[in-house]
């Protein structure tokens, strides 16, 4: 019985991680949707751009653009505007060349 209550639960498992996968990937996507929209713009990004972006995502509650300093230079939230709410070793470490990393799984033997 303790197998079948394992497998069940193992099962569970591995359906919610591919659920959070899925939606993580769909985050992701639509963050490279809106790069493509604003990098040629950029610094001068329209808020009606991250507005439109904003109302086709749900689980979004705000875009905002930092500047290498960390000062808010545009956001769908106007009273965040012109805004310093970023730690400046983040936004620095963010800066830097391969910020983003793709988590691995190792096994020990």
Same mark, same amino acid.
């Given at each position: 019985?303790?197998?079948?209550?394992?497998?069940?639960?193992?099962? $569970? &498992?591995? /359906?919610?991680?591919? %659920? %959070?996968?899925?939606?993580? =990937?769909?985050?992701?996507?639509? %963050?490279?949707? @809106?790069?493509?929209?604003? &990098?040629? &713009?950029?610094? =001068? $990004?329209?808020?009606?751009?991250?507005?439109?972006?904003?109302?086709?995502?749900?689980?979004?509650?705000?875009?905002?653009? $930092?500047?290498? *300093?960390?000062?808010?230079?545009?956001? /769908?939230?106007?009273?965040? %505007? =012109?805004?310093?709410?970023?730690? #400046?070793?983040?936004?620095?470490?963010?800066?830097? #060349?391969?910020?983003?990393? $793709?988590?691995? @799984?190792? *096994?020990? #033997?």
């Amino acid at each position: 019985m303790y197998q079948n209550v394992e497998k069940t639960f193992e099962s $569970i &498992s591995s /359906t919610r991680v591919k %659920l %959070l996968k899925t939606w993580v =990937n769909g985050q992701w996507s639509q %963050l490279e949707v @809106l790069l493509d929209l604003v &990098s040629d &713009s950029f610094p =001068n $990004i329209s808020v009606k751009t991250l507005q439109e972006r904003l109302d086709i995502v749900p689980d979004v509650s705000e875009y905002f653009v $930092i500047d290498a *300093q960390g000062k808010v230079i545009q956001s /769908t939230t106007s009273s965040r %505007l =012109n805004t310093v709410e970023a730690n #400046p070793k983040a936004v620095a470490e963010g800066l830097k #060349p391969n910020f983003y990393t $793709i988590p691995t @799984l190792t *096994q020990t #033997p």
